[in-house]
């Protein structure tokens, strides 16, 4: 249950903190851009089952990949794509708690 809860409140309320405190003045685009790094989560559809529970999703689905993972990073620093960087970061911070969680 608290599992669920930390996972889905990083997912949205750790980006809506973001947007509020550093982008107060254009906080609804930034949220919602950041938004849409769980569209990430697409690449389940390739796994069988789509969900398992007790699956860690970091290098286990393409887009969750360590190698993946520094590009999303790199994203965070030029301006134009900042917001889209820190969504996926975001995304891919949820996925690791999720995972220490699990352990």
């Avoid at 750790?14 to 950041?34: D, G």
């Avoid at 769980?38 to 389940?44: I, N, P, V």
């Avoid at 969900?51 to 393409?62: E, K, M, V």
Wanted: hydrophobic letters at 55%; proline letters at 5%; charged letters at 10%.
């Amino acid at each position: 249950m608290y599992q669920t809860i930390i996972h889905y409140g990083i997912h949205f309320l750790l980006p809506l903190a973001i947007a509020l405190v550093f982008y107060k003045t254009t906080w609804k685009k930034a949220f919602l851009i950041m938004l849409l790094g769980m569209l990430k989560d697409l690449d389940h559809v390739l796994a069988s089952p789509i969900f398992a529970a007790n699956r860690c999703s970091i290098n286990f689905h393409p887009l969750h990949s360590y190698y993946l993972i520094p590009l999303y990073l790199f994203l965070v620093f030029p301006k134009k794509t900042r917001w889209i960087g820190l969504g996926l970061c975001i995304h891919i911070l949820a996925d690791s708690v999720d995972c220490w969680m699990m352990s």
